[in-house]
C-alpha cells in the first residue's frame, strides 16, 4: 500500500480535476508522458530544437493598399505552405486549463498567449495584429466589458448592461474574433464576386449603396454566438469548444442591432444569378486565421435558399452608424437567424459552389456532436454543421448564488430569442427549480420581431426560504421549448447550451413576520446578515422562550 498523499483527499472529491490522474483498467497502455515541449508560463518566442531552416526572404505581406491588416491566403497556396513551414519552426505553450482547473479571475479573462505567439511566429504584416487588435477594442468597446479573451478578442456586455435596451448599443455588442481586426479604407474597398455565378463583377461599396442599383434595406436582428452559455456545460462536463483557447462565454454572447445594408439576394441577381450547379454561397472575411498550424482567411458558408429568402443581409450600418471596424467595416454579412458565426466579417469575397464550405470554420468547428462518442472519436462529419440557432433564454437578475431578500415575490429578468425565423412568443420562470412555472406577463416582455430577442421581467411568488433555483424556458412561435437540464443538451464541442437557464438563490421572504423581526434584529445589533454561512453568535431562541414552548407540547421523548 501507498502512502496517500496529504492532499489527496482533494483528488479524491474531484476537486482538483485538472491533477486527477488515468485510472486504467484496460490492458491498453497509455502513455501519459506529457508529449508538451514548451513551458506553459513562456510568453516569448522559442525555436524548437533542431528547427528546420524555413525560406527567409518570406515575408507576409498586406495585399492591397488602403487595407490594413489583410493578408490573402485563400488566392496562394504557396503562401500557405510557407507560412505553415514557418510556423513548424517554433513551439508554442499549450492553453491554459481553465476548464478542469480554475478559472482566472481577471479582465481579460484569458489573454491568448498562444494566439499572440503565432502571429508574432510568422511576422511580417502579423506582427502588430495582437496589439492593434486590443487598441480597437479599447476604442470601440465600452469600458464595462467582460474581455473573455484578450486576443484574439472575445468580450461580451456584463449581465448589468445587457439587456438594458432590447437594442444593444454599439459600444456593448459582444465580439467573437477568430484573429485580428483589419482596417480597411471605405473609398479602396471592393467586392469580389465570382465562382458559380454567371457574371462574375466587382462592386464598391458606393456601387453597393447606389439605390437605383440595389434597394437599401434595414433590419433588426439579434446575432447569437454559439458558443453563448457555455460556462454551464464547462462547470458540468468540461470539453474542447473551439480548437483554440476558447472564450468561457456566459449569458452575453448575443446581441441585437438594426442593420443597414443590401439583399445579397439582389446582388447576386446583379451578377446575372447562379450558373448550374450553384447551390451554396463562400463567404471570405479579410482577417487571418490559424487553425492546425495552416494559416486562412475566415471562409464559411451559407445555402442559396437561405439567400433567395432575403435572409442575407449585406451591411454596411449599424444602429444608424457606420459599422464599427470591430464588427466587420467597411462590409459584413448579417445572416437572420442563423448562428454569429456565419455572419461573416471584413467580407470581401463572395463565391458561389456546389456544396457547403469544406474550410475548417464550417467543416471542422461550429459543430453539435451527439455527447457519448468520446473526445477521441469525434469525427467532423458526425457533428450536425450548427445553422439556425434553436430557441432559448437566460435570467439576467437575480445572479447566480446570490442572497435576494424579497416580499414573497422575486424579480427575474433576462432575455429569450429563437433562431430560423422563429421567436420567442412565452417565457416562463419557475422559482422552484422547474416544478411550477410562472408566465412572463406579454407586457413585460419587448417588442415581437422575427428575427430578434426578446428582453423579458416578471415578479415570481416565492413563498419558500432558503435554497431554491430559479429557471427559466421560452416557448417559440413553433411551441418549441428547452430541455431541462445541461445534460440532456451536453455537446462535447461546447456549442448550442440550449437547456433551461438555473439560477441558485437563497430566498429570504420578509412577507414572514418571523423572518423581518429576525432582520430587524441583525440591523439592531449592526450585525451582517452575510455571508449565510457564517454562524449566526445571537440566538434564534433564548432557553426560557424554548422551554415554554415545550410546557404546551407533548415532550420529545415519550416512556409510556
Ligand atoms: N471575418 C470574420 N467574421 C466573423 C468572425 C470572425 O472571426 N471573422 N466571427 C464570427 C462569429 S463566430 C460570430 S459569433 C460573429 C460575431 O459578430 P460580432 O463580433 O459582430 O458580434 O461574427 C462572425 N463573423
Ligand atoms: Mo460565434
Same mark, same amino acid.
Given at each position: 500500500?501507498?502512502? !496517500?498523499?496529504?492532499?489527496?483527499?482533494?483528488?479524491?472529491?474531484?476537486?482538483?480535476?485538472?491533477?486527477?490522474?488515468?485510472?486504467?483498467?484496460?490492458?491498453?497502455?497509455?502513455?501519459?508522458?506529457?508529449?508538451?515541449?514548451?513551458?506553459?508560463?513562456?510568453?516569448?518566442?522559442?525555436?524548437?530544437?533542431?528547427?528546420? *531552416?524555413?525560406?527567409?526572404?518570406?515575408?507576409?505581406?498586406?495585399?492591397?493598399?488602403?487595407?490594413?491588416?489583410?493578408?490573402?491566403?485563400?488566392?496562394?497556396?504557396?503562401?500557405?505552405?510557407?507560412?505553415?513551414?514557418?510556423?513548424?519552426?517554433?513551439?508554442?505553450?499549450?492553453?491554459?486549463?481553465?476548464?478542469?482547473?480554475?478559472?482566472?479571475?481577471?479582465?481579460?479573462?484569458? *489573454?491568448?498567449?498562444?494566439?499572440?505567439?503565432?502571429?508574432?511566429?510568422?511576422?511580417?504584416?502579423?506582427?502588430?495584429?495582437?496589439?492593434?487588435?486590443?487598441?480597437?477594442?479599447?476604442?470601440? $468597446?465600452?469600458?464595462?466589458?467582460?474581455?473573455?479573451?484578450?486576443?484574439?478578442?472575445?468580450? *461580451?456586455?456584463?449581465?448589468?448592461?445587457?439587456?438594458?435596451?432590447?437594442?444593444?448599443?454599439?459600444?456593448?455588442?459582444?465580439?467573437?474574433?477568430?484573429?485580428?481586426?483589419?482596417?480597411?479604407?471605405?473609398?479602396?474597398?471592393?467586392?469580389?464576386?465570382?465562382?458559380?455565378?454567371?457574371?462574375?463583377?466587382?462592386?464598391?461599396?458606393?456601387?453597393?449603396?447606389?439605390?437605383?442599383?440595389?434597394?437599401?434595406?434595414?433590419?433588426?436582428?439579434?446575432?447569437?454566438?454559439?458558443?453563448?452559455?457555455?460556462?454551464?456545460?464547462?462547470?458540468?462536463?468540461?470539453?474542447?469548444?473551439?480548437?483554440?483557447?476558447?472564450? !468561457?462565454?456566459?449569458?452575453?454572447?448575443?446581441?441585437?442591432?438594426?442593420?443597414?445594408?443590401?439583399?445579397?439576394?439582389?446582388?447576386?441577381?446583379?451578377?446575372?444569378?447562379?450558373?448550374?450547379?450553384?447551390?451554396?454561397?463562400?463567404?471570405?472575411?479579410?482577417?487571418?486565421?490559424? $487553425?492546425?498550424?495552416?494559416?486562412?482567411?475566415?471562409?464559411?458558408?451559407?445555402?442559396?435558399?437561405?439567400?433567395?429568402?432575403?435572409?442575407?443581409?449585406?451591411?454596411?450600418?449599424?444602429?444608424?452608424? !457606420?459599422?464599427?471596424?470591430?464588427?466587420?467595416?467597411?462590409?459584413?454579412?448579417?445572416? &437572420?437567424?442563423?448562428?454569429?458565426?456565419?455572419?461573416?466579417?471584413?467580407?470581401?469575397?463572395?463565391?458561389?459552389?456546389?456544396?457547403?464550405?469544406?474550410?475548417?470554420?464550417?467543416?471542422?468547428?461550429?459543430?453539435?456532436?451527439?455527447?457519448?462518442?468520446?473526445?477521441?472519436?469525434?469525427?467532423?462529419?458526425?457533428?450536425?454543421?450548427?445553422? *439556425?440557432?434553436?430557441?432559448?433564454?437566460?435570467?439576467?437578475?437575480?445572479?447566480?448564488?446570490?442572497?435576494?431578500?424579497?416580499?414573497?415575490?422575486?424579480?427575474?429578468?433576462?432575455?429569450?430569442?429563437?433562431?430560423?425565423?422563429?421567436?420567442?412568443?412565452?417565457?416562463?420562470?419557475?422559482?422552484?427549480?422547474?416544478?411550477?412555472?410562472?408566465?412572463?406577463?406579454?407586457?413585460? &416582455?419587448?417588442?415581437?420581431?422575427?428575427?430578434?430577442?426578446?428582453?423579458?421581467?416578471?415578479?415570481?411568488?416565492?413563498?419558500?426560504?432558503?435554497?431554491?433555483?430559479?429557471?427559466?424556458?421560452?416557448?417559440?412561435?413553433?411551441?418549441?421549448?428547452?430541455?431541462?437540464?445541461?445534460?440532456?443538451?451536453?455537446?462535447?464541442?461546447?456549442?448550442?447550451?440550449?437547456?433551461?437557464?438555473?439560477?441558485?438563490?437563497?430566498?429570504?421572504?420578509?412577507?414572514?413576520?418571523?423572518?423581518?423581526?429576525?432582520?430587524?434584529?441583525?440591523?439592531?445589533?449592526?450585525?451582517?446578515?452575510?455571508?449565510?454561512?457564517? !454562524?449566526?453568535?445571537?440566538?434564534?431562541?433564548?432557553?426560557?422562550?424554548?422551554?415554554?414552548?415545550?410546557?404546551?407540547?407533548?415532550?420529545?421523548?415519550?416512556?409510556?
Amino acid at each position: 500500500m501507498t502512502e !496517500p498523499k496529504p492532499d489527496e483527499w482533494l483528488l479524491e472529491q474531484g476537486l482538483e480535476p485538472a491533477k486527477l490522474g488515468l485510472r486504467n483498467q484496460s490492458d491498453v497502455k497509455i502513455n501519459l508522458d506529457s508529449p508538451q515541449t514548451a513551458d506553459p508560463n513562456e510568453t516569448e518566442l522559442q525555436l524548437r530544437e533542431n528547427a528546420e *531552416e524555413d525560406d527567409p526572404t518570406f515575408v507576409v505581406q498586406e495585399e492591397r493598399p488602403g487595407w490594413h491588416g489583410y493578408v490573402e491566403w485563400e488566392d496562394y497556396p504557396d503562401k500557405k505552405a510557407k507560412a505553415h513551414k514557418r510556423f513548424l519552426r517554433y513551439k508554442f505553450p499549450p492553453p491554459p486549463e481553465f476548464q478542469l482547473g480554475p478559472i482566472p479571475p481577471t479582465n481579460p479573462v484569458l *489573454e491568448g498567449v498562444r494566439w499572440k505567439l503565432w502571429h508574432k511566429a510568422i511576422g511580417g504584416a502579423l506582427e502588430n495584429v495582437p496589439e492593434e487588435s486590443w487598441e480597437t477594442v479599447l476604442k470601440e $468597446k465600452h469600458s464595462g466589458m467582460l474581455h473573455l479573451l484578450q486576443f484574439p478578442y472575445n468580450g *461580451e456586455p456584463p449581465k448589468g448592461l445587457l439587456i438594458n435596451d432590447p437594442i444593444t448599443p454599439n459600444e456593448l455588442h459582444f465580439v467573437r474574433n477568430h484573429g485580428g481586426i483589419p482596417a480597411i479604407d471605405p473609398s479602396a474597398f471592393d467586392l469580389r464576386l465570382d465562382g458559380l455565378v454567371n457574371n462574375p463583377q466587382k462592386l464598391t461599396l458606393a456601387d453597393l449603396q447606389d439605390e437605383s442599383k440595389f434597394p437599401r434595406v434595414s433590419r433588426l436582428v439579434t446575432i447569437q454566438c454559439s458558443g453563448t452559455r457555455r460556462f454551464e456545460q464547462i462547470q458540468e462536463f468540461a470539453g474542447e469548444g473551439d480548437e483554440m483557447i476558447n472564450a !468561457p462565454w456566459a449569458e452575453g454572447a448575443i446581441s441585437t442591432a438594426l442593420w443597414t445594408g443590401v439583399s445579397l439576394k439582389k446582388v447576386i441577381k446583379y451578377c446575372g444569378g447562379l450558373k448550374d450547379g450553384g447551390k451554396h454561397l463562400e463567404l471570405y472575411g479579410a482577417d487571418s486565421y490559424f $487553425k492546425g498550424g495552416e494559416l486562412m482567411n475566415y471562409v464559411v458558408s451559407v445555402p442559396w435558399s437561405k439567400v433567395k429568402a432575403n435572409e442575407v443581409l449585406l451591411a454596411w450600418e449599424m444602429n444608424g452608424k !457606420p459599422l464599427p471596424k470591430i464588427h466587420g467595416a467597411p462590409l459584413r454579412a448579417v445572416v &437572420m437567424g442563423y448562428i454569429g458565426a456565419r455572419s461573416v466579417k471584413w467580407l470581401y469575397r463572395i463565391k458561389a459552389i456546389d456544396t457547403p464550405s469544406r474550410a475548417p470554420v464550417q467543416s471542422r468547428e461550429y459543430l453539435y456532436f451527439q455527447q457519448q462518442y468520446g473526445k477521441h472519436n469525434q469525427l467532423p462529419h458526425l457533428g450536425i454543421q450548427i445553422q *439556425e440557432m434553436p430557441v432559448s433564454s437566460a435570467i439576467m437578475t437575480p445572479w447566480q448564488k446570490e442572497v435576494v431578500v424579497h416580499n414573497g415575490h422575486i424579480e427575474v429578468t433576462g432575455w429569450a430569442y429563437s433562431g430560423g425565423g422563429r421567436w420567442p412568443e412565452r417565457v416562463e420562470v419557475s422559482a422552484d427549480g422547474g416544478r411550477v412555472w410562472y408566465m412572463v406577463p406579454v407586457e413585460n &416582455m419587448s417588442a415581437k420581431h422575427k428575427w430578434t430577442w426578446r428582453a423579458w421581467s416578471v415578479s415570481v411568488p416565492c413563498d419558500h426560504e432558503g435554497w431554491t433555483e430559479l429557471v427559466v424556458r421560452c416557448w417559440d412561435n413553433s411551441l418549441n421549448t428547452q430541455p431541462m437540464e445541461v445534460r440532456q443538451s451536453w455537446n462535447w464541442g461546447l456549442h448550442v447550451t440550449s437547456s433551461c437557464h438555473r439560477i441558485k438563490i437563497y430566498s429570504v421572504n420578509v412577507s414572514r413576520e418571523a423572518t423581518r423581526k429576525r432582520l430587524a434584529e441583525f440591523e439592531a445589533r449592526k450585525e451582517s446578515f452575510l455571508p449565510i454561512s457564517r !454562524p449566526t453568535e445571537f440566538r434564534t431562541q433564548t432557553l426560557e422562550e424554548y422551554n415554554k414552548v415545550w410546557e404546551k407540547l407533548e415532550p420529545r421523548d415519550v416512556d409510556d
